[in-house]
């Protein structure tokens, strides 16, 4: 029409009253576009919510799916103020819980003894006085942990008190808190000099040994008198430490020696009748040395080791000892000569072969070589006991132990062990006591379930039963929990644990009722089983049984099934294309009403 009036113009300048005829509808026009421009818009902007916040199912999960409310944080437990307090041999923790009905909290008291107050340690002993509570918040709560008396410095001591409080998986909080304590009274100091002995190291040599006993002093010096048997006497001192003093004397002359022992400390001296002694240094006498024993010890079966002893006087010296092995057949099998000035002497392991053999010891001294029957010791190298149940196992090995429930196995064998067997059957009593997977079940039909388990093994093991009800009881309810106890928020239904011994058998019955009306429910999205005309559940073996579900949700599901299936992608490809026609129209429209004024610009100009 357009293309018309302005082809016809030139020759009909009466067509122009049609020409603004047609502007002033291109005008209403050109708003019509704007308004539905504007609502198409909107409309795109409601779409894009809807495509990048797609809205989720109702039924999307199951209870047994939703997180659990009323969590505790670390936060909602605060010591309350001043947290510690010692009152005379008792510690008390005050706290507070801020959080929901469900928050525990654990708490641990740990006490010990810390440095004096002046800082002088006097006991890093740590005291295992330990309490753990449990306690339910919201609301202030104390705990109380006793502590052991124990005898200090007068100076008193530093107590301190541990908290360590946390919850559900939340890591562990520790405080602290401290205080004085009245430890007890200062204890007396003492010092007393306990006993003196000379011991005999060889004819005009001794070791002259004293010891003390102090409490709360401190020993600085032992000083040994020792007179001689021509009444001379002779002082030595030996600066130590140590409670016990050791000083080498060498006698001059033959005779009885008198010895006292002096103990100084911080406190004092003191030299008390037990500190005395005497001792005798005898004359020249006849050079002897002899053979006196030796000791076989066998190690590991096969090792053996040799220890030997010999005695001498009058000056006669050890030089070295020979240890010989000999076969059942008088063979030598083994000679060890092991150097040394030493009354014993011992070897390192010699490897034997099974058999019999006879060790003889001859000791080398200074006066010629010397044996006797008692050097002469016979000695048995056994063959290895094996294991009765694992022939590669010797018999003292940790792991040589039969089967716990069966003697005639070894406990590492692979038979060894427990084998649990689980199954599952499910009858539907109201229809004839059929097998229920091969029904479907109706209305306010009664369906039982049997769960065993079997110990197929060769050792006992402990079982725990548990029943997962949750798609079950969605169209059906639990009548009888077979002894079995039923959590309301995860559907299960679990039974004390039992201990199956091997080939021993144990089931559980339970029974549901399907509801009077079945739920038209739709089936889920997240949880395609939830719904879904069907009852399953697993135990071992997973038993399903199919529900009579009404009429309207098996075709109201089939038919949405049917429908087709459109995502974010195909919702924006319709958008892009619906704008893209608005916004054509609304700009052919504009473009149609400059070009008619440009027109009747020209034409009233004269241009035209």
């Not at 040994?224 to 050791?246: M, R």
Request: charged residues 15%; hydrophobic residues 35%; aromatic residues 6%.
């Amino acid at each position: 029409m357009f293309r018309r009036i302005v082809s016809n113009l030139s020759f009909s300048p009466a067509l122009v009253g049609q020409l603004g005829f047609y502007a002033r509808r291109l005008r209403k026009e050109e708003a019509t576009r704007r308004l539905g421009l504007v609502f198409t818009a909107l409309a795109l902007v409601v779409q894009s919510l809807a495509v990048f916040s797609p809205p989720e199912p109702a039924n999307a999960t199951t209870p047994g799916q939703v997180g659990s409310a009323n969590r505790c944080d670390v936060s909602s437990v605060k010591p309350r103020g001043e947290a510690f307090e010692i009152i005379g041999n008792e510690a008390k923790v005050q706290f507070e819980i801020k959080g929901g009905k469900n928050c525990k909290v654990q708490l641990s008291v740990n006490s010990f003894f810390a440095p004096s107050m002046d800082g002088t340690p006097y006991d890093k002993q740590t005291l295992h006085d330990r309490k753990t509570e449990t306690y339910t918040g919201p609301g202030t709560h104390s705990l109380k942990a006793s502590i052991p008396t124990k005898s200090t410095p007068e100076k008193g001591c530093f107590y301190q008190v541990d908290l360590t409080y946390g919850t559900n998986n939340i890591t562990p909080v520790l405080a602290y808190g401290h205080g004085k304590l009245d430890c007890g009274t200062a204890v007396v100091a003492s010092a007393t000099c306990t006993s003196f002995n000379a011991i005999k190291a060889s004819t005009n040599k001794f070791t002259l040994r004293a010891t003390a006993s102090t409490s709360n002093a401190k020993v600085t010096k032992f000083v040994f008198d020792i007179t001689k048997p021509d009444g001379q006497t002779v002082s030595k001192t030996v600066a130590t430490e140590e409670k016990t003093a050791l000083l080498d004397f060498d006698a001059t002359a033959p005779g009885t020696y008198t010895g006292k022992a002096t103990v100084h400390t911080t406190v004092g001296q003191d030299s008390g009748p037990q500190c005395k002694g005497t001792f005798v240094v005898e004359g020249p006498a006849t050079p002897t040395a002899v053979c006196t024993s030796v000791g076989v010890t066998i190690t590991n079966r096969t090792q053996a080791y040799f220890t030997g002893n010999a005695a001498v006087s009058g000056g006669a010296s050890v030089r070295s000892y020979t240890f010989v092995v000999k076969s059942a057949a008088g063979l030598e099998v083994s000679r060890t000569v092991v150097p040394s000035n030493a009354l014993t002497a011992s070897t390192s392991a010699v490897d034997l072969p099974t058999g019999n053999y006879t060790v003889q010891l001859l000791v080398q001294t200074s006066h010629g070589d010397r044996t006797d029957a008692a050097c002469s010791k016979p000695l048995t190298i056994v063959p290895p006991n094996v294991c009765p149940y694992n022939a590669t196992l010797p018999a003292n090995s940790p792991d040589c132990q039969p089967c716990p429930d069966n003697p005639n196995v070894w406990i590492k064998d692979e038979k060894c062990a427990a084998v649990i067997i689980s199954t599952k059957t499910a009858t539907n009593m109201t229809q004839g006591m059929v097998e229920a997977s091969k029904v479907t079940a109706r209305s306010s039909d009664r369906i039982s379930y049997t769960i065993t388990v079997e110990n197929k093994g060769l050792i006992s093991q402990s079982v725990t039963m548990q029943e997962d009800l949750a798609d079950v009881l969605e169209y059906s309810k639990l009548v009888d929990q077979g002894g079995g106890t039923l959590n309301d928020q995860t559907k299960l239904l679990t039974w004390p644990s039992i201990t199956l011994a091997a080939g021993q058998k144990q089931s559980r019955t339970i029974a549901v009722q399907m509801m009077s009306d079945i739920p038209s429910t739709n089936t889920g999205t997240a949880v395609p089983t939830s719904y879904d005309c069907k009852i399953a559940n697993t135990y071992g073996n997973t038993v399903t049984v199919n529900v009579d579900c009404p009429s309207q949700k098996v075709i109201v599901e089939q038919v949405t099934s049917e429908l087709p299936h459109t995502g974010p992608r195909e919702n924006m490809i319709f958008a892009a294309v619906l704008l893209s026609v608005v916004v054509y129209f609304y700009a052919r429209s504009k473009q149609l009403g400059r070009e008619v004024r440009l027109i009747r610009r020209n034409l009233n100009t004269g241009t035209i």
